[in-house]
């Protein structure tokens, strides 16, 4: 049996899978089992934020993995004590939980919101329509799309859905007294790159602040340098109570961390959370890596990138539209996306799609040459 019949008869059929078996990678190169070579314009979906082995980040990896893997949240280990201590210099953040994927970092903060509010009977959580948040049985219920709420009820009860941009449902909601957090993504991903406005997102701290609510922020997606600044939140010039990250944090393994600031850094205490494998040392020791390199000069070269790929796109045929921030990018298209998608594969680029957009979420420390490689065939496809 070969890789895809072997993947066809016995991994669960949840995924809708692009037809091709990738063996080996380097940075943002691919090579299929045919010897095919692609150039990447996804990162595993914004996970691998310097491409695929990235020489530094192996050499952080493997050390760490030469000197002690798992240990178990018994135990200190200076590599997730390191992670925490950065995560909080580099945000103005007191503490941080960490498990191993972008559900359980939401998951965690669904939990620290209906603590916080227990003493004063407020459990609702608001989130917005076309928003994702994971797919637990609590994050998708807090992912407001209609789709994800079929199948898997009954869900838990205590979320409400307000429509991104409309600021009086938003004033509404958030006086209601009934509120204790509100959960959003400064730019929606899965729901289409949908790029909040500072307007919406200002008023949202400043009635959370005026109403006892916490301000979470979703940067599972956004964070780790994806949109030019460190966290998407940093572009709007706000300060959350909480944020959630993952994917790009540990550069490729598998590492969620909700962070947490003043307002309820004591809110969870011994008992109320935990996760076996959650900031593991070696996954830790790879976010550890990715977050000292993630400078200044980097995110300037990732909004420059994004803003070259603009440039390249936006008068060109077939296109519609470009939203998003740094490297991330929606690209509304006259041709179905998928059909793009598909066309792009078979001529050697691996983009994503999001709602009826083509997406790219290419790795941050991508050439320019490969970059102006990919936006040559994608412009072809479009
Ligand atoms: C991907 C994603 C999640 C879920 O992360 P998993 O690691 O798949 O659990 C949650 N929120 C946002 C914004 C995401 O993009």
């Known amino acids: 049996m070969n890789t895809k019949q072997a993947d066809f008869f016995y991994v669960a059929n949840t995924y809708g899978r692009f037809d091709v078996a990738l063996q080996q990678g380097s940075g943002a190169g691919y090579v299929d089992e045919d010897g095919k070579a692609?150039?990447?314009f996804g990162s595993g979906i914004a996970v691998n934020t310097f491409g695929s082995c990235d020489p530094e980040w192996v050499v952080a990896v493997t050390a760490?993995?030469?000197?002690?893997?798992?240990?178990?949240?018994?135990?200190?280990?200076?590599?997730?004590?390191?992670?925490?201590?950065?995560?909080?210099?580099?945000?103005?953040?007191?503490?941080?939980?960490?498990?191993?994927?972008?559900?359980?970092?939401?998951?965690?903060?669904?939990?620290?919101?209906?603590?916080?509010?227990?003493?004063?009977?407020?459990?609702?959580?608001?989130?917005?329509?076309?928003?994702?948040?994971?797919?637990?049985?609590?994050?998708?219920?807090a992912t407001?799309?209609?789709?994800?709420?079929?199948?898997?009820?009954?869900?838990?009860?205590?979320?409400?859905?307000?429509?991104?941009?409309?600021?009086?449902?938003?004033?509404?909601?958030?006086?209601?007294?009934?509120?204790?957090?509100?959960?959003?993504?400064?730019v929606q991903g899965e729901g289409g790159v949908n790029v909040l406005d500072k307007s919406y997102v200002q008023l949202a701290a400043k009635l959370c602040r005026e109403n006892d609510v916490l301000f979470m922020v979703d940067e599972v997606q956004t964070g780790n340098?994806?949109?030019?600044?460190?966290?998407?939140?940093?572009?709007?010039?706000v300060q959350p109570d909480v944020f959630t990250t993952a994917k790009g944090?540990?550069?490729?393994?598998?590492?969620?961390?909700?962070?947490?600031?003043e307002k309820a850094e004591n809110v969870l205490g011994k008992g109320d959370h935990g996760s076996t494998f959650g900031g593991n040392p070696i996954c830790a020791a790879g976010a550890v890596n990715v977050l000292s390199r993630l400078t200044d000069e980097m995110l300037e070269e990732v909004t420059a990138k994004g803003e070259y790929i603009r440039q390249e796109l936006?008068?060109?045929?077939?296109?519609?539209?470009?939203?998003?921030?740094?490297?991330?990018?929606?690209?509304?298209?006259?041709?179905?996306?998928?059909?793009?998608?598909?066309?792009?594969?078979?001529?050697?680029?691996?983009?994503?799609?999001?709602?009826?957009?083509?997406?790219?979420?290419?790795?941050?420390?991508?050439?320019?040459?490969?970059?102006?490689?990919?936006?040559?065939?994608?412009?072809?496809?479009?």
Do not use: W
Request: with cysteine; net charge neutral.
């Open 249 to 261: 944090l540990a550069g490729g393994l598998p590492m969620g961390a909700c962070v947490i600031g």
């Open 314 to 382: 936006e008068n060109a045929p077939g296109v519609n539209g470009i939203t998003g921030l740094g490297l991330m990018l929606g690209i509304s298209t006259e041709k179905p996306n998928t059909q793009i998608a598909a066309d792009c594969l078979r001529s050697g680029l691996l983009v994503l799609t999001a709602k009826d957009k083509v997406r790219l979420l290419p790795p941050l420390n991508i050439s320019f040459e490969a970059l102006k490689q990919g936006i040559a065939i994608l412009k072809e496809n479009l």
């Open 225 to 237: 340098g994806r949109t030019g600044k460190l966290f998407g939140f940093m572009h709007y010039d």
């Open 144 to 186: 407001g799309q209609d789709k994800f709420h079929e199948h898997f009820g009954p869900f838990p009860g205590g979320f409400e859905y307000i429509t991104p941009g409309d600021e009086d449902e938003l004033t509404a909601a958030l006086t209601s007294g009934q509120v204790c957090g509100i959960l959003m993504e400064m």
């Open 38 to 40: 692609y150039i990447d």
């Open 64 to 141: 760490q993995l030469n000197t002690m893997g798992h240990t178990s949240n018994l135990y200190y280990s200076a590599p997730q004590a390191r992670l925490a201590q950065m995560l909080c210099e580099k945000t103005g953040m007191k503490k941080v939980f960490f498990g191993n994927s972008g559900a359980e970092a939401n998951e965690c903060a669904l939990k620290i919101a209906r603590k916080y509010g227990e003493s004063t009977g407020r459990s609702t959580i608001v989130t917005l329509k076309s928003s994702f948040h994971g797919r637990t049985i609590a994050t998708l219920a």
